[in-house]
Structure formats: C-alpha cells, structure tokens
Nanobody
Framework: QVQLVESGGGLVQPGGSLRLSCAAS????????MNWYRQAPGKERELVAR???????NYLNSVKGRFTISRDNAKNTVYLQMNSLKPEDTAVYYC???????????WGQGTQVTVSS
C-alpha cells in the first residue's frame, strides 16, 4: 500500500502562483510514476502532469510552460508548482501514484485550488 497526503491548495488571484505538495509513504518502491490530476465541477478528472521514475515528464497542453512537476526523493514528496494561474485552473487537485508492475493506483484526498479575483 501507498499513502499520499497532499497540501498547498487555496485561493489565489489570476496570475498568481501556488505550490502543491504530495508526501508518499508505505511501499513507495513499487511506484512507477507520480501524477497530478484535477477535476473541476461538472467535468471529468484529467491528468495535469506526470513524472516518471526516470524523470521524464508529461503535461496537459493547457498547463505547459506554467506548471512544473518535480520531486524530492529524500522526502518521498512530489510537487506541482503552478504559475500564471487562470480561473480555468480552478479544480480539486489529486495526487496519484501509479504502479504499472502491480496495476495499482493510489490517490490522495484532494486539495482545492480556486483562482479568482
């Protein structure tokens, strides 16, 4: 099992920045990728950023150049730095850990990000 605890959401004005954190514990050695998803009201959950164990990354087109996913291996923590935030970035953001080997997905509790003036 892998446990994920998120932090860092909140209310920010358009153009502002936030950094989300996701601390992993448990069987972290089985994780192949760490990911951030988001879900806005009335919309499906979408993948925002993916960080593979080999450090390759993928981003949702609409966040490229504004969001950066990174990790601190010593702390088993993944971050999502979000800059130049827009109202359309408003959503609940979820941390996800995926194990391809064991076909398992683990989820954090979600953290609300609201971009509004």
């Amino acid at each position: 099992q892998v446990q994920l605890v998120e932090s860092g959401g909140g209310l920010v004005q358009p153009g502002g920045s936030l950094r989300l954190s996701c601390a992993a514990s448990g069987s972290v050695f089985i994780i192949d990728s760490m990911n951030w998803y988001r879900q806005a009201p009335g919309k499906e959950r979408e993948l925002v950023a993916r960080l593979y164990s080999g450090s390759n990354t993928n981003y949702l087109n609409s966040v490229k150049g504004r969001f950066t996913i990174s990790r601190d291996n010593a702390k088993n923590t993944v971050y999502l730095q979000m800059n130049s935030l827009k109202p359309e970035d408003t959503a609940v953001y979820y941390c996800n850990a995926r194990s391809d080997t064991y076909s398992r997905d683990f989820w954090g509790q979600g953290t609300q990000v609201t971009v509004s003036s």
